[in-house]
């Protein structure tokens, strides 16, 4: 069997059968990120100043509260 397989990583991937046209979705990006939630630092003294989450902290903030 050969395949093709068409998408994106954030969107939808599908893949299709070349012999008989049978295209079906192997990933819908949207559906399986839709459950999960901002992760929240719940003692920011044990995080490094280097992590991620201090250092993109006040663009998160600014994003959530929409500025």
């Known amino acids: 069997m050969l395949c ?3 998408g994106h990583w ?9 012999i008989n046209g049978e295209e079906r979705v192997i990933l819908d990006a949207k559906e399986v990120s839709s459950g999960l939630r901002t992760p929240i630092v719940k003692d920011s003294k044990s995080v490094w100043p280097t992590e991620s989450a201090v250092v993109w902290g006040q663009v998160n903030q600014a994003i959530l509260n929409k500025e």
Request: aromatic content about 0%; cysteine-free; glycine content about 0%.
């Open 4 to 6: 093709e397989i068409n």
């Open 10 to 18: 954030d969107s939808t991937v599908t893949v299709k059968n070349t």
